[in-house]
């Protein structure tokens, strides 16, 4: 079971840094707006086919992700780091990403959902570096 204090942060944010590899082995980034299914544990974001990293994750479904709370107070650092595998994503993955960026719906979406395998949140506000992990048990 994945902690609550986890899920919340995810939820309370929208932008994630997407990190995937190319076949050469270099790595690449890329910020993504998204929407995250605690139900099913995705996070589901957009992402056209012509782009580098969605051609890289057709590759290599491997990817990494960061969302992290920018500030500049020690105390208040949140972050969480998140492997996982991506994959296109299915139709609810679409009704969900579209509940939350609704002006969405006007565009040609190519849906993507990374399923998490690994998730560390660091949470400076419970203790200096604490950390929270949870990893898949699949």
Request: contains cysteine; aromatic residues 10%.
């Amino acid at each position: 079971m994945i902690d609550e204090r986890i899920i919340k942060f995810i939820k309370r944010h929208h932008t994630l840094n997407l990190a995937t590899v190319s076949e050469e082995g270099l790595p690449y980034c890329a910020a993504c707006f998204y929407a995250y299914d605690d139900k099913r544990n995705r996070l589901v974001f957009t992402s056209d086919n012509a782009t580098r990293h969605a051609q890289e994750m057709e590759q290599n479904p491997n990817v990494a992700c960061a969302i992290t709370l920018e500030t500049r107070i020690v105390g208040k650092i949140q972050g969480v780091q998140i492997c996982g595998k991506a994959e296109r994503g299915d139709d609810k993955d679409k009704a969900l990403y579209i509940k939350r960026f609704p002006y969405a719906v006007v565009a040609p979406l190519t849906i993507w959902a990374v399923e998490p395998s690994f998730i560390k949140l660091t949470d400076n506000t419970l203790g200096f570096g604490k950390k929270l992990i949870w990893e898949s048990k699949k």
